[in-house]
């Protein structure tokens, strides 16, 4: 019921930006945390900044001062502002939402498909 895309991935040199964006789109919901992640290969899948639909943020210690994550709770949608970006920073970058239908009703969680980040050095 519910479908989460993600966009604006794709190569840069060491100290250039990219934003990426999700949208999560469906039948009626409420979302409250969003959340990028991203698993480089053979690597876990470690979050990178999470936002609640209050405004509050969580950054992972490697992007703290460099990435900033935004939202627009009209839209569902979630942006990842990255600058500053190094080498490290490679990887499979995947948005996820979490999804209920009531207030006291249970959370899905749901992920995107993931977009590819290449920093060149």
């Known amino acids: 019921q519910v479908q989460v895309v993600e966009s604006g991935g794709g190569l840069v040199q060491a100290g250039g930006s990219l934003r990426l964006s999700c949208a999560a789109s469906?039948?009626?919901?409420?979302?409250?945390?969003m959340g990028w992640y991203r698993q480089a290969p053979g690597k876990q899948r470690d979050l990178v900044a999470a936002i609640t639909s209050g405004g509050s943020t969580n950054y992972a210690d490697s992007v703290k001062g460099r990435f900033t994550i935004s939202r627009d709770n009209a839209k569902n949608t979630v942006y990842l502002q990255m600058n500053s970006l190094k080498p490290e920073d490679t990887a499979v970058y995947y948005c996820?939402?979490?999804?209920?239908?009531?207030?006291?009703?249970?959370?899905?969680?749901?992920w995107g498909q993931g977009t590819q980040v290449t920093v060149s050095s």
């Open positions: 469906g039948s009626s919901f409420s979302i409250n945390v």
């Open positions: 996820n939402a979490d999804v209920s239908w009531a207030m006291t009703g249970p959370v899905y969680r749901y």
